[in-house]
C-alpha cells in the first residue's frame, strides 16, 4: 500500500496502548448515541452559549437558557463531559466547550458531514448489512423507489437536498480556483463536462476564460436542474447540455465536436470498477493525441492529514448504503489501474488542491 508519509505510521503501526483502545472500542459502540447527543448540543444551542460564556455556565443556567428540563440538561452535558465535548470546573460546577467542541461548533467540513449523516444516511445505515450483500443501496428506500440516488435527487425532501449539496459543493468548491488553472493552462476552449450536476463547475469556466465553450453531460433530470440553476447568469449563453446515462455501456459519449478537455469531478466515484473502465473507455474513443481526460477526486490515500483519510473512508459507506450500492472513495492506485485498463496513461497527478483533491490528467496510451 503506497500512503503519504502522514498516513503510513498510522495505518502500518498499532498507535494505541490497551487501554486506550479499549476507549475507542466503546466510544464506536455508542457512536449512534455519541452522533445524536453531539448534534443536538449544537442544535439546542448549548455549545454556543459556552463558546460565547466568559467563565463557564451551571447547569441551572443552561436549563434556563436553552427551555430544557433540568433532566434533558443533565443527561446531554453529563454524556457530553465523557464524550469529550465540555469541560467541567470541580470548584465551581459550570461548564465550558472544549477543543473538541470548539471543532464540532466552528469546523465547517465537521457541520457538513454531520448535516450530511444526519439528512442524508442515519436512517439508511441501519440497511448498510443488507447493502453490503445484495449490492444496492438499500438504505435509499426509506426516501423512494429509485436504483440509485441520483435519479431521486430532484425530488428529495428540501432538507435532505440542502445536505446533499452542502456536501457534495463543499468537497468540490474549494477545489475550482485551483482546478481552473491548471485545466485552462493548455488554451482550453472546449470543455465536457462530465457528471456537471447543478453546472456550478460550468459557471466558473465560462467566467474565467470568455472563449470557452462547454458541454455538460448527465441525467436528464439533472440537466434539468442544471437549466434552472445556470438561468440568467454570465456565461450561460456557452453552456449546453448532453442527456445520458453513462450506466448504459451502448450510449456513447457526444461525436458532433472536438473536446479539447474532459472533466470528471467527484464523478468516477459514483461507479464501480467496472463501469468506471467502461466510462473510460468510451471518453477515449473521443480523444485525440492533443485531449486531456482530468479526473479530479479526493483520493484517501493521497491525503495530507490522517483525519482527512478516515472521513474519505467512511463516506464510501454512504455510497454503499445510500447512493448506488457498489462504489467507493477509491485509493489513487486503483483509479490509475482502471485509467490504463481503459486505454489511457497518467502524465501527472496534482495534490493537495482545495479540501484534500487530488487531479490526474489523462491523455491516450501510446
Known amino acids: 500500500m503506497n500512503l503519504f508519509p502522514a498516513l503510513e505510521k498510522t495505518y502500518t503501526k498499532e498507535q494505541y496502548s490497551a487501554q486506550q483502545a479499549q476507549r475507542l472500542a466503546e466510544f464506536i459502540a455508542f457512536g449512534p448515541i455519541v452522533f445524536q447527543v453531539a448534534r443536538l448540543m449544537i442544535k439546542f444551542g448549548i455549545l454556543d452559549m459556552l463558546r460565547d460564556s466568559d467563565e463557564g455556565l451551571t447547569l441551572n443556567e443552561i436549563a434556563d437558557k436553552t427551555k430544557l428540563s433540568n433532566y434533558a440538561v443533565k443527561v446531554l452535558m453529563e454524556s457530553s463531559l465523557t464524550m469529550g465535548v465540555v469541560l467541567v470546573d470541580k470548584q465551581t460546577d459550570k461548564y465550558t466547550i472544549s477543543k473538541v467542541g470548539w471543532f464540532l461548533l466552528n469546523d465547517k467540513l465537521t457541520r457538513v458531514n454531520m448535516d450530511f449523516n444526519q439528512d442524508v444516511n442515519y436512517e439508511g445505515w441501519f440497511h448498510l448489512e443488507e447493502a453490503l450483500r445484495e449490492g444496492k443501496p438499500e438504505g435509499l428506500k426509506h426516501f423512494g423507489n429509485w436504483p440509485t440516488v441520483y435519479e431521486g435527487l430532484s425530488e428529495l425532501p428540501q432538507q435532505v437536498q440542502k445536505s446533499w449539496f452542502a456536501f457534495d459543493h463543499f468537497y468540490s468548491d474549494a477545489s475550482f480556483s485551483q482546478a481552473l488553472k491548471i485545466v485552462f493552462d493548455n488554451h482550453t476552449k472546449t470543455l465536457l463536462d462530465v457528471g456537471g450536476n447543478t453546472g456550478r463547475w460550468a459557471l466558473r469556466c465560462v467566467d474565467y476564460d470568455s472563449k470557452v465553450n462547454v458541454t455538460i453531460m448527465d441525467l436528464p433530470q439533472q440537466l434539468d436542474m442544471m437549466k434552472k440553476n445556470i438561468n440568467g447568469k454570465k456565461g450561460a449563453e456557452r453552456i449546453d447540455g448532453y442527456a445520458i446515462n453513462l450506466l448504459a455501456e451502448t450510449n456513447a459519449f457526444p461525436k458532433n465536436k472536438h ?108
Not at 259 to 272: G, K, R
Open 259 to 366: 473536446y479539447d478537455v474532459i472533466w470528471m469531478s467527484q464523478f468516477l466515484d459514483c461507479f464501480n470498477e467496472k463501469e468506471i473502465t467502461s466510462i473510460l473507455s468510451r471518453g477515449s474513443k473521443i480523444m485525440n493525441d492533443e485531449s486531456r481526460l482530468y479526473i479530479m477526486e479526493t483520493f484517501w490515500d493521497r491525503q495530507k492529514y490522517e483525519t482527512a483519510a478516515f472521513c474519505l473512508t467512511q463516506i464510501s459507506l454512504y455510497f454503499t448504503a445510500i447512493a448506488n450500492g457498489n462504489s467507493k472513495m477509491y485509493h489513487s492506485q486503483d483509479m490509475q489501474r482502471l485509467v490504463e485498463k481503459a486505454g489511457l496513461e497518467v502524465e501527472k497527478i496534482y495534490d493537495g488542491l482545495g479540501e484534500g483533491h487530488s487531479i490526474m490528467v489523462c491523455k491516450l496510451k501510446k
